[in-house]
């Protein structure tokens, strides 16, 4: 689909009765419930062998239900026509985004997204505007990055995918270009990752600092940024070796995989509130220049707070993060809103006041 098309589509887009889409994986639950919760029905998009989670124990949050071969159907025609005759408004998640791919959603993918459809793709690092681009235009501070492994001269973590599992990215750490050769050797021996994988990793320093995941929705149709609330992640196996005392920790002598398992929900203190939500709006205003409409909805900038109070991000999610930690865990909408309000019911707000408002067109593309 061209630009021109999706603006047609949406623009088109004015049934009486919308309901919330998701696919059966990252944030499907947290987006259903907030669906329910403004009473708005619900579809679920799950993959044969994953459907138990939504069509048995957690039936009561779906009120439809298209079990598909593999999340990569969806794009074919049947399945679109399913969703387009249910008057589908589609979230976009991570797994969306990795398991349907870029092209396919910006070209066939002929449902109404609630976000920038076109900024999703700038969660990848090969992507010439992407989000490190983005966060350099908006003035944000940014960890170091190294072209090449004879370029490290402090301690760096180094971003690359998983072999085999592309939702999953082995990270590990190190100082010198000593270290990178030998854990890099040593990673591709055990099957962790491949060459080919890190040929296009990311080599980053390490920003000493409290890790924050700072929650955000940025609304255009009254141009206000929301702070739903900070995360932490929980990670395996790293977790279980940081558990160990030290002297432990060296004699297991295992290479570590940050793979997320879990969320942890955190507080910041108040006088630093003002710095997340101006390095927010930093980011909305570059994202309205760069890829107009702009970061619609939901957005979540990752990084830390260094000892001298200074913000550095070092990812972006530009869709749902995946936080549902941060509705019943975070005080922030209950101050602005009276509830509590989580990502999945900010989502149904939005959509209910553009449809009130005859603005749909505002919210999706």
């Not at 589509?9 to 049934?15: D, N, T, Y």
């Not at 039936?59 to 990569?72: P, R, S």
């Not at 990795?98 to 992507?127: A, C, D, H």
């Not at 940025?218 to 900070?230: K, M, N």
Request: aromatic content about 10%.
């Amino acid at each position: 689909m061209t630009t021109d098309s999706i603006k047609k589509m949406v623009r088109e887009f004015k049934p009486k009765k919308v309901r919330i889409g998701i696919l059966g994986s990252h944030s499907a639950l947290e987006i259903a419930s907030g669906a329910k919760q403004e009473k708005l029905e619900t579809v679920v998009i799950c993959e044969k062998g994953r459907e138990k989670t939504y069509a048995k124990y957690y039936k009561n949050l779906f009120d439809h239900i298209i079990v598909l071969d593999k999340f990569a159907d969806i794009i074919k025609e049947p399945n679109l026509k399913k969703l387009s005759a249910l008057n589908t408004i589609f979230v976009p998640s991570r797994s969306f985004s990795v398991y349907t791919g870029y092209e396919n959603i910006e070209q066939k993918f002929t449902v109404p997204l609630m976000g920038n459809r076109s900024m999703l793709r700038t969660e990848e690092r090969n992507t010439p505007k992407n989000q490190h681009y983005l966060l350099k235009k908006a003035g944000i501070l940014t960890p170091k990055i190294f072209k090449s492994p004879d370029e490290i001269d402090r301690l760096s973590i180094v971003k690359v995918t998983e072999k085999g599992r592309p939702l999953e990215r082995a990270f590990f750490y190190v100082a010198s270009p000593e270290e990178y050769e030998k854990k890099s050797k040593e990673r591709i021996r055990k099957g962790i990752v491949s060459a080919e994988m890190l040929k296009s990793s990311i080599i980053e320093e390490y920003v000493i600092g409290a890790k924050f995941n700072a929650n955000f929705f940025w609304s255009p149709l009254t141009d206000e940024i929301d702070l739903l609330g900070f995360d932490r992640r929980i990670q395996t196996d790293l977790d279980g070796v940081l558990d160990l005392p030290a002297a432990e920790q060296l004699e297991l002598n295992i290479p570590t995989q940050n793979i997320e398992i879990g969320h942890m929900g955190a507080t910041m203190r108040e006088s630093q509130l003002e710095m997340m939500f101006d390095a927010a709006e930093r980011f909305v205003k570059t994202c309205k220049k760069e890829y107009p409409p702009g970061m619609i909805g939901l957005f979540a900038l990752q990084g830390a707070v260094t000892r001298d109070l200074k913000f550095y991000v070092f990812d972006v999610s530009p869709r749902i993060p995946g936080c549902p930690c941060v509705e019943p865990t975070s005080p922030y909408m209950k101050y602005k809103y009276g509830m509590e309000v989580g990502p999945g019911r900010r989502v149904a707000m939005e959509i209910k006041r553009a449809m009130k408002e005859d603005r749909l067109s505002d919210v999706l593309t």
